[in-house]
């Protein structure tokens, strides 16, 4: 997905003479994603400790798969119950192809070891999903 940008440019020729110029750019266009998981209640304390000092190469190859802009927030919805819901905002041409790039990566495997296990999927998740994938139904720029 790209968006495309104008910029009116005024160029001044070597006779002295002004010219307008219309440029346009192509600058990427976000996809949005929001997520949810649950998250064991005894795991609380250690994933709000790994998601404070996350691994650096785990935080780059975010980025190298095409992720911007990426927030993990906690909700006790009910005594007990506590779930993570993910934002972040998806900049690339292949969804599938990056993410699959990222889950091939030896560290970030590293750091879904320690991740996992603080998780659960949703009851209704999806066919191969972890993380649940909700639909977008309100946005305002």
């Not at 940008?5 to 005024?10: F, M, S, Y």
């Not at 798969?65 to 993910?86: A, D, H, M, Q």
């Not at 934002?87 to 790039?101: K, L």
Request: charge should be neutral; proline fraction near 6%; include cysteine.
């Amino acid at each position: 997905m790209k968006k495309t940008a104008r910029a009116l440019v005024l160029a001044v020729l070597p006779a002295g003479s002004v010219v307008l110029l219309l440029a346009a750019f192509s600058e990427p266009k976000a996809e949005r994603y929001g997520m949810v998981i649950g998250l064991k209640p005894e795991k609380v304390a250690y994933y709000k400790q790994l998601h404070a000092a996350a691994w650096p190469g785990v935080l780059n190859k975010i980025k190298e798969c095409n992720i911007r802009n990426y927030s993990i927030y906690l909700k006790e919805v009910e005594p007990g119950r506590i779930y993570l819901f993910s934002y972040f905002e998806y900049t690339g041409d292949d969804f599938a192809a990056d993410m699959a790039r990222m889950a091939a990566d030896p560290l970030t495997q590293k750091w879904w070891k320690e991740t996992d296990p603080c998780q659960y999927a949703v009851p209704l998740h999806g066919d191969k999903e972890w993380w649940s994938r909700m639909a977008e139904v309100f946005h305002a720029d």
